[in-house]
């Protein structure tokens, strides 16, 4: 356990700006980091949507725009440190395109975060992530919370981290701020400790979707445990960044 006090990593959010339905413009994407700052994150995985059939961000335009906002981040006293990574839309083609280096991983690590439909079928999700975690991937399931049939029979989850995944919630869920159906059954999964990440999945500079992060890591220290909550917000995310199995 670390210190009482400790800063968070963000490892899924839509601040990379003009890429996606995130940050619209420069200017969006620095309201957002002034505000996540404030937040107390100190380490952000940016993740563009890649889906398929879209066109959509490339890796190289990733790094160029990463390499573009932190420049002008520079110019605040905004102490972020920014890694490129992705939120990608299940297909069959994913792994494949991970090998080529079509779609980007988590900071060049083996972890990847996949996204699925809200009402995808159990079968496909299950056997997408199979496919995935067999062919050398570390698959991240974002916003586990959000699926259909896993809300409607939990014990999937732990099925899914018995074949290689990792869990995902949103910190929005965990606070009620999409409703009780999210916070119940996220607050189920922390309950059950089959949660890996909290993330914001921040897609704007105010509301709901802007980056915040401490009313839901005090909510998880008093619910779940300051070492839980260390683990969620801040440590796990470090193995991404060592490339090391949680
Ligand atoms: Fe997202």
């Known amino acids: 356990m670390g210190e009482n006090m400790f800063s968070y990593t963000d490892i899924h959010c839509h601040i990379l700006p003009g890429v996606d339905d995130g940050a619209r413009d420069l200017a969006e994407s620095i309201a957002m980091l002034k505000l996540a700052y404030r937040e107390n994150i100190h380490k952000i995985i940016l993740t563009p949507h890649q889906k398929p059939d879209r066109k959509c961000v490339s890796v190289s335009g990733i790094h160029k725009r990463i390499e573009l906002l932190s420049e002008e981040l520079s110019r605040f006293p905004v102490d972020i440190r920014l890694y490129p990574g992705g939120e ?11 090998e080529e280096g079509i779609l980007p991983t988590l900071a060049g690590s083996r972890y990847a975060l996949v996204e699925f439909l809200p009402d995808e079928n159990w079968s496909y999700i ?29 014990e999937r989850v732990q099925e899914l981290i ?10 929005g869920s965990l606070t009620g ?59 796990n995310a470090e193995a991404i960044f060592a490339n090391e199995e949680i």
């Open 126 to 154: 299950r056997d997408g992530l199979y496919h995935l975690s067999g062919n050398g991937y570390w698959p991240i399931v974002a916003h586990v919370e959000r699926y259909a049939q896993v809300a409607a029979k939990p």
């Open 177 to 235: 701020d999409w409703g009780f159906g999210l916070k119940r059954i996220a607050a189920r999964l922390i309950r059950d400790r089959l949660v890996h990440f909290v993330a914001t999945d921040a897609h704007r500079g105010s509301g709901r979707r802007s980056p915040q992060m401490e009313k839901c890591a005090l909510w998880l220290k008093k619910k779940a445990g300051d070492e839980y909550a260390w683990e969620l917000l801040h440590e």
């Open 162 to 171: 018995d074949m290689g995944c990792r869990i995902q919630v949103n910190a």
């Open 88 to 98: 990608l839309l299940y297909s069959h083609e994913l792994t494949g395109q991970l």
